[in-house]
């Protein structure tokens, strides 16, 4: 059974490779007319770096600029089922976000989560210390070790928000200056 742990396949190029992390992961699927893809949103907030040393920093950096311009991360996505169409690389409140909208034919190979007596059910399960389920449009179940969302099967957008509980004073240091070299980079590399 597929469990909520794709989310951080997901993360592990984009947000985790080197000690790249997140503060806040949105995901939003808007579920379309039959035979037409999902459309699914994943908006990763607070871009940051845990790193202690300048130079891994920077490698944490570089990484996130091939992510976000280069074609690996579209061959890995369209291996699990994600079409890619759009990935920002933005600044906003001060701070790295970076969103990704494809397009997903088949949410069942993608998610646990099926449809039953007229609601659509999303197992959450992870065993990750480092995010919390936060927020969602659906109704949450919580159990010893799974979390439940429930939405009404005719609702068209799913949506929940996880956000990093621990605190890090090497990830907080380190955003400005991330947000220093995303700058400096988009001057010398504009559009």
Avoid at 21 to 30: E, M, R
Avoid at 35 to 46: N, Q, S
Avoid at 70 to 81: F, H, K, N, S, V
Wanted: include cysteine; aromatic fraction near 10%.
């Amino acid at each position: 059974m597929k469990t909520f742990k794709w989310i951080f396949c997901l993360l592990i190029p984009l947000c985790f490779t080197g000690c790249l992390t997140v503060d806040t992961i949105k995901t939003t699927i808007d579920i379309q007319d039959e035979d037409k893809p999902a459309v699914l949103t994943i908006r990763y907030e607070g871009l940051s770096s845990a790193e202690g040393l300048l130079k891994d920093v920077k490698k944490d950096f570089n990484y996130l600029i091939e992510e976000w311009q280069g074609d690996e991360y579209l061959l890995e996505r369209a291996d699990e089922g994600i079409l890619v169409r759009d990935r920002q690389l933005l600044i906003e409140d001060n701070k790295i976000n970076s969103v990704m909208i494809g397009l997903v034919q088949d949410l069942d190979d993608l998610y646990d989560i099926w449809e039953q007596n007229g609601e659509r059910i999303l197992m959450v399960e992870f065993d990750d210390d480092d995010f919390e389920l936060t927020e969602t449009n659906g109704y949450l179940l919580k159990t010893e070790k799974n979390r439940l969302i429930v939405w009404p099967s005719h609702i068209k957008q799913m949506q929940w928000t996880m956000k990093r509980v621990f605190e890090s004073e090497s990830i907080d240091k380190n955003r400005p200056m991330m947000l220093k070299m995303f700058k400096e980079y988009l001057k010398k590399n504009p559009k």
